[in-house]
């Protein structure tokens, strides 16, 4: 099983947070013809969007939404996006169906908390090649017909080919099923119309991100610009207020003396104007974040004076958005405090927030590594399945990633989950 790159003889899994497995250099690998003339032909659009808009500049956010979501070029829209062994990183959802079958237990636990009303929606945003959507389906058509009986799953996904590849998914490995899955954009889904839970997993990362810089003790914001050319970083005033009221929102005092020249970070204004989408389609449930990330305090340390912004090609990591256009993917670590605050003033409650590896292990990711001795399975199977398992939890890779569970309109008891108890030893 390839399970990503090697570097220095040692087998490496690239998860999209980890710095642990930060690759240095090699961050040009070449790029076949066809991926260079489409490269070209988005930074010439790039080009062209900086010509026409004013002062000649673009804010980071403008680049990142046109590298990633551009229709045509884009890194998600255009579907070269590779998750898995053979793309660009993994995520939970790479490691096999424990991932989505467990998220599921918790589902049909939110479906019975709440009186098993029906229908029950389940809202899946940003279901990359549907793989997850898959499991979770699967495992509840076997654990727990009379919930899929009522079920309307849907799937909100920014990316068109990438929705074409999750119905395909479906047409594939859950064929002549009754599932009641739908594809929908936020315009057809009625305000207030959902009873539910609405979920994520990597999802706020790879939203497009403002990239400030303190310079002259002042919060500037990156522009980009083309000279002779090239895409040139620029720097100037902030591009909107929100951006400073952001850090009041989550109660960091930036800038200050403590921040050094030239600390450069990211702000996520999209993650705020998602949470109030869902917000507002949510009639009575619970919203499921998964991501990695920190609070606010920790992101906007003054020792994390570059950020967190993160580009992955091919299974390798580098620091450079610049390149790979339209092949790399760009991600920033999930401000945790924001998304909790800007709920609060939405009417979202948070009901908890874990790490994932608490969160699967609360939910019976250990009776699962003990099954494995049960006999039923050969030595391979136990030995990756066992090695996945304890990928999901491990506090330094996806283990480490945030849960954060909010909710809205629930009574006291229909917010005593059990992937927020703590799991027992074992
Ligand atoms: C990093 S991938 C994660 C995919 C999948 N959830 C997984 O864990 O493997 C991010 C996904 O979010 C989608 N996406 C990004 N922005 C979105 C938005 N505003 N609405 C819906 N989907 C979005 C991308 O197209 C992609 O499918």
Same mark, same amino acid.
């Given at each position: 099983?390839?399970?990503?790159?090697?570097?220095?003889g040692?087998?490496?899994?690239i998860?999209?947070?980890?710095?642990?497995?930060?690759?240095?250099?090699?961050?040009?690998?070449?790029?076949?013809?066809?991926?260079?003339?489409?490269?070209q032909?988005?930074?010439?659009?790039?080009?062209?969007?900086?010509?026409?808009?004013r002062?000649?500049?673009?804010?980071?956010?403008?680049?990142?939404n046109?590298?990633?979501?551009?229709?045509q070029?884009?890194?998600?829209? =255009?579907?070269?996006?590779?998750?898995?062994?053979k793309?660009?990183?993994?995520? =939970?959802?790479?490691?096999?169906q424990?991932?989505?079958?467990?998220?599921?237990?918790?589902?049909?636990?939110?479906?019975?908390?709440?009186?098993c009303?029906?229908?029950?929606?389940?809202?899946?945003?940003?279901?990359?090649?549907?793989?997850?959507?898959?499991?979770?389906?699967?495992?509840?058509?076997?654990?727990?017909?009379?919930?899929?009986?009522?079920l309307?799953?849907?799937?909100?996904?920014?990316?068109?080919?990438?929705?074409?590849?999750?119905?395909q998914?479906?047409?594939?490995?859950l064929?002549?099923?009754?599932?009641?899955?739908n594809?929908?954009?936020?315009?057809?889904?009625?305000?207030? =119309?959902?009873?539910?839970c609405?979920? =994520?997993?990597?999802?706020?990362?790879?939203?497009?991100?403002?990239?400030?810089?303190i310079?002259?003790?002042?919060?500037?914001?990156?522009?980009?610009?083309?000279?002779?050319?090239?895409?040139?970083?620029?720097?100037?005033?902030v591009?909107?207020?929100?951006?400073?009221?952001?850090?009041?929102?989550?109660?960091?005092?930036?800038p200050?003396?403590?921040?050094?020249?030239?600390y450069?970070?990211?702000?996520?204004?999209?993650?705020?104007?998602?949470?109030k989408?869902?917000?507002?389609?949510?009639?009575?449930?619970?919203?499921?974040?998964i991501?990695?990330?920190y609070?606010?305090?920790?992101?906007?340390?003054?020792?994390?004076?570059?950020?967190t912004?993160?580009?992955?090609?091919h299974h390798?990591?580098?620091?450079d958005?610049?390149?790979?256009?339209?092949?790399?993917?760009?991600t920033a670590?999930?401000?945790?405090?924001?998304?909790?605050?800007?709920?609060?003033l939405?009417?979202?409650?948070?009901i908890g927030?874990?790490?994932?590896?608490?969160?699967?292990?609360?939910?019976?990711?250990?009776?699962?590594?003990?099954?494995?001795?049960?006999?039923?399975?050969?030595?391979?199977q136990?030995?990756?399945?066992?090695?996945?398992l304890?990928?999901l939890?491990d506090?330094?890779?996806l283990g480490?990633?945030?849960?954060?569970?909010?909710?809205?309109?629930?009574?006291?008891?229909?917010?005593?989950?059990?992937?927020?108890?703590?799991?027992?030893?074992?």
């Amino acid at each position: 099983m390839n399970w990503g790159d090697c570097h220095g003889g040692r087998p490496k899994i690239i998860y999209r947070e980890n710095l642990l497995n930060l690759i240095d250099g090699n961050n040009y690998l070449p790029m076949k013809n066809t991926e260079l003339s489409n490269s070209q032909a988005l930074k010439k659009i790039i080009f062209e969007r900086i010509a026409t808009s004013r002062q000649q500049r673009i804010t980071f956010a403008e680049y990142m939404n046109l590298v990633l979501y551009h229709p045509q070029y884009g890194y998600y829209s =255009s579907g070269v996006v590779g998750i898995g062994a053979k793309g660009d990183y993994f995520t =939970s959802v790479s490691l096999g169906q424990d991932f989505g079958e467990l998220l599921a237990s918790q589902f049909a636990e939110m479906w019975q908390l709440m009186g098993c009303p029906r229908p029950f929606s389940l809202v899946e945003m940003g279901a990359g090649n549907g793989r997850l959507a898959v499991d979770i389906c699967n495992y509840l058509q076997a654990a727990r017909p009379d919930l899929l009986e009522t079920l309307e799953y849907i799937i909100v996904e920014e990316a068109r080919e990438l929705i074409n590849r999750q119905q395909q998914l479906f047409q594939e490995l859950l064929p002549n099923k009754k599932i009641n899955c739908n594809w929908k954009s936020w315009q057809e889904i009625p305000e207030n =119309s959902l009873t539910g839970c609405c979920f =994520s997993n990597e999802l706020v990362d790879a939203f497009p991100v403002h990239q400030i810089i303190i310079r002259g003790g002042e919060l500037q914001e990156v522009y980009l610009t083309e000279t002779q050319g090239e895409l040139t970083e620029t720097y100037g005033e902030v591009s909107r207020a929100k951006l400073a009221d952001y850090f009041k929102l989550v109660g960091v005092n930036l800038p200050n003396k403590n921040f050094p020249e030239n600390y450069r970070t990211e702000v996520n204004l999209a993650a705020l104007d998602w949470l109030k989408i869902v917000t507002n389609k949510l009639q009575k449930g619970y919203l499921l974040t998964i991501d990695y990330g920190y609070p606010a305090t920790k992101y906007y340390h003054p020792q994390r004076s570059q950020g967190t912004l993160q580009c992955y090609y091919h299974h390798r990591r580098h620091n450079d958005p610049y390149i790979n256009l339209g092949y790399q993917d760009l991600t920033a670590h999930v401000d945790f405090t924001a998304l909790e605050r800007q709920g609060e003033l939405l009417g979202l409650e948070k009901i908890g927030f874990t790490q994932q590896g608490l969160f699967l292990m609360a939910l019976g990711l250990g009776d699962r590594l003990n099954e494995l001795s049960s006999g039923k399975y050969n030595i391979l199977q136990v030995m990756q399945r066992r090695d996945a398992l304890h990928q999901l939890v491990d506090p330094m890779g996806l283990g480490g990633f945030g849960i954060l569970v909010q909710g809205k309109e629930l009574r006291e008891e229909e917010k005593l989950l059990k992937g927020l108890t703590v799991p027992p030893l074992f």
